[in-house]
């Protein structure tokens, strides 16, 4: 199976800042991963695919880059409502579907 | 607008097996490349695939779950269910159904249902 690794496991940040989260896979998936955020006693929201392809309806704050074992998430300004946990997914069709830990998003 | 919505029971003994049904509405599951996954999440702790079906029947399951799951669906009902054998405590947790896209990826997801394992 492909194991997914996110760090940080916990970041605290402060309303207006930038913020990065790193999702690594130990082996290739290409461009196949998406990001989730995950509010407490909700769903998971799909937040990007195709590594960088922002959602429909997902404010334009949130960006996603990387390509083969190596992806990130971006905040560019984190508002209230964007702390939670966040995802990343690998679906590559031929492999079992994997998810990373979560990065919980704290407020400083 | 595309929904999708678990039920079963909320509670379930030790070596009993779970079935849960994930009702679909405003898409179908006979539309090229499309399908329907479980994902667990045990009590705060990580997301966990069990099993997808796709439009053509075929089907994908988590290798450490295999022998336990079986994943079906009724198109005519917009309905996919997933049997899960001899449960147990450490099956406790929010399942969740999700499409899967015809571009492969997940974007819709039902709300969860919480079940316990217990006696």
């Known amino acids: 199976d492909i194991q997914m690794t996110q760090s940080p496991s916990t970041l605290s940040a402060s309303v207006g800042d930038r913020v990065t989260i790193t999702c690594r896979a130990s082996?290739?998936?290409?461009?196949?991963l998406a990001w989730y955020q995950q509010k407490l006693g909700e769903a998971p929201n799909l937040l990007i695919y195709?590594?960088?392809t922002l959602q429909s309806g997902v404010p334009s704050r949130f960006s996603g880059s990387g390509s083969g074992t190596e992806f990130t998430l971006t905040i560019s300004s984190l508002q209230p409502d964007d702390f939670a946990t966040y995802y990343c997914?690998?679906?590559?069709?031929?492999?079992?579907?994997?998810f990373g830990q979560g990065t919980k998003l704290e407020i400083k | 607008q595309i929904t999708l919505k678990e039920s079963g029971p909320t509670l379930v003994k030790p070596t009993q097996t779970l079935t849960l049904t994930c009702t679909f509405s405003?898409?179908?599951?006979?539309?090229?490349?499309?399908?329907v996954s479980w994902v667990r999440q045990t009590p705060g702790k990580a997301l966990e695939w069990l099993a997808l079906?796709?439009?053509?029947?075929?089907?994908r399951y988590s290798p450490s779950l295999k022998n336990r799951l079986t994943i079906s669906k009724d198109t005519s009902k917009n309905q996919v269910v997933l049997r899960m054998t001899n449960v147990d405590p450490g099956d406790t947790a929010t399942y969740y159904c999700?499409?899967?896209?015809?571009?492969?990826?997940?974007?819709?997801w039902g709300q969860g249902t919480l079940v316990t394992v217990s006696s």
């Open positions: 079906i796709f439009w053509d029947d075929d089907k």
């Open positions: 195709m590594a960088s």
């Open positions: 082996q290739n998936v290409g461009n196949f």
């Open positions: 997914q690998q679906y590559q069709s031929h492999s079992p579907y994997t």
């Open positions: 999700v499409r899967r896209r015809y571009d492969g990826f997940w974007d819709f």
């Open positions: 405003d898409f179908s599951l006979t539309t090229n490349g499309m399908g």
